[in-house]
């Protein structure tokens, strides 16, 4: 749907005389080569990929690319070290030499694998069983690909944003990891010396409850014990939601798993209220008002054939009516296995994170909140929604917006539209409008901006409306033109 109108800020008045060809009822659509309708002023055009189209996703690459290298960068960082407490019971859990999803196997599952299968489902289940026969098999590649490239870079998006937010809360916060004094080891000789905050006492010994500085560890091991002070939120839990609850979007929106819904329930054409959600509606009785008595249509002929004659119900034709139990139904139970089985992996993954004592719940449950909210962004982001989208990805950028489209413009996907106008500003267009409607002209007038159809003064002359040919004509006040 194209952003910029094409139809005038103002109307305009035309003086032309009469014609049967010029007051034929038109439309405000045009139909395109592919079959669908497109606004008047638009230019149906085959939609190649430019090279300017394909630089603009080549920066998108780009920007995702130098956001995980600042993702990388961060978790190098020494983060801020949060004071803590010696005698703090939930940060004096054992250090887990084996994890039970480590950093190596982490990348397998939620970077890798879902590179794989979304490859998998793009390239041999893509574009499905509605491509027409005698398609051109290069047509087909190239919605392959596209629809490739949709999901790859979703995918990126996905777990880049969640990786940059995780690892620059990490650093912010410095949360201390339930395993931080098995890291630290404190120097308990000198604990004294190591108090920050209030100070109980005159004693020279730590009393219980005191917060220290980070200072107090003797680690030797830099990144094992500047990890210890990364718990919030947990970078595990982000990632995992982030690369796995994409995947199952993915998977969901390809092979059509959704939960059915029903679509409006309309009216019968004759005004019968035929319930569709009946057990049987089609069975039902039409009890469609009956004709004039001087009409002669079949439908109000009985046996004899004579006007007026009684109609029993059975000869009566009923409307064919779609029950509501049969607009929709359930996808198999083994699709919804497959959809749901990488965010079931994720769940675990990030449990995982509470039984090695790497972080809190609350560090698990954030991090695994992020991870979500990028998932579906991103899957969105490129993405038709799953119950309505059949399964395909957003189209590329057009030309003309591959970088900008400005203000004014509600979609990506179309080419400006470029109008002059002759009056100067909208200002002086309104005045000359009043004018012509003050001096009389236009009292009892219809006005139809959009299609070419007459219009009835006061004094029962017909004029013509807005039409096609308007736009090309030399005494208009405007002039309007598509860029292609």
Request: proline share 7%; aromatic share 10%; charged share 15%.
């Amino acid at each position: 749907m194209p952003d910029d109108s094409i139809d005038p800020l103002i109307p305009r008045f035309n003086h032309r005389p009469y014609s049967f060809a010029s007051a034929a009822p038109t439309t405000t659509t045009q139909l395109a080569m592919d079959g669908s309708r497109l606004p008047l002023g638009s230019h149906a055009k085959p939609k190649k990929i430019t090279w300017v189209v394909v630089a603009s996703y080549v920066f998108d690459w780009a920007i995702l690319i130098a956001a995980g290298v600042i993702g990388y960068i961060m978790g190098e960082v020494t983060p801020n070290k949060r004071p803590f407490s010696l005698s703090d019971p939930n940060i004096a859990f054992p250090f887990a030499e084996k994890e039970t999803v480590p950093l190596t196997l982490l990348g397998l599952i939620v970077v890798i694998a879902p590179v794989v299968i979304i490859a998998i489902i793009s390239l041999v289940f893509v574009p499905g069983a509605t491509v027409p026969r005698g398609t051109p098999k290069s047509l087909i590649w190239r919605r392959k690909l596209w629809e490739l490239h949709a999901g790859w870079l979703g995918l990126a998006l996905s777990m880049v944003a969640a990786w940059v937010i995780t690892s620059g809360m990490k650093n912010l916060f410095g949360k201390p990891r339930p395993d931080l004094i098995s890291r630290c080891e404190p120097d308990l000789e000198n604990v004294r010396d190591y108090i920050i905050g209030f100070v109980g006492g005159n004693s020279s010994t730590y009393s219980p409850g005191q917060l220290v500085r980070a200072d107090i560890c003797k680690q030797q091991d830099k990144h094992k014990l500047d990890d210890g002070f990364r718990s919030y939120p947990s970078g595990h839990a982000s990632s995992s939601a982030s690369g796995l609850i994409y995947l199952s979007l993915f998977i969901a929106s390809k092979f059509a798993i959704t939960i059915p819904f029903l679509s409006l329930v309309k009216q019968q054409a004759d005004g019968s209220s035929i319930s569709a959600a009946a057990a049987f509606p089609s069975r039902m009785r039409v009890n469609a008002p009956s004709p004039a008595p001087e009409s002669y249509e079949m439908h109000t002929r009985g046996q004899s054939g004579l006007p007026g004659s009684p109609v029993k119900p059975a000869l009566q034709t009923r409307p064919t009516v779609n029950a509501l139990r049969r607009q929709a139904a359930a996808p198999p139970l083994y699709l919804l296995l497959i959809a749901v089985l990488p965010f079931f992996t994720s769940v675990f993954i990030a449990s995982s994170r509470w039984f090695d004592f790497r972080h809190h719940g609350f560090d698990i449950l954030f991090g695994y909140i992020i991870g979500t909210i990028t998932a579906f962004y991103a899957f969105y982001y490129y993405h038709l929604p799953i119950s309505r989208g059949a399964g395909w990805a957003w189209g590329p950028r057009s030309h003309d917006k591959a970088f900008w489209a400005g203000v004014g413009s509600d979609s990506y996907a179309t080419d400006h539209v470029k109008y002059q106008y002759r009056n100067g500003d909208e200002e002086e267009a309104l005045e000359a409008v009043s004018s012509y409607e003050g001096a009389g002209h236009g009292s009892g007038m219809q006005h139809h901006d959009e299609v070419g159809v007459a219009v009835t003064t006061g004094s029962g002359r017909k004029q013509t409306g807005t039409t096609l040919d308007d736009r090309e004509h030399p005494d208009t006040e405007y002039i309007g033109a598509s860029r292609i």
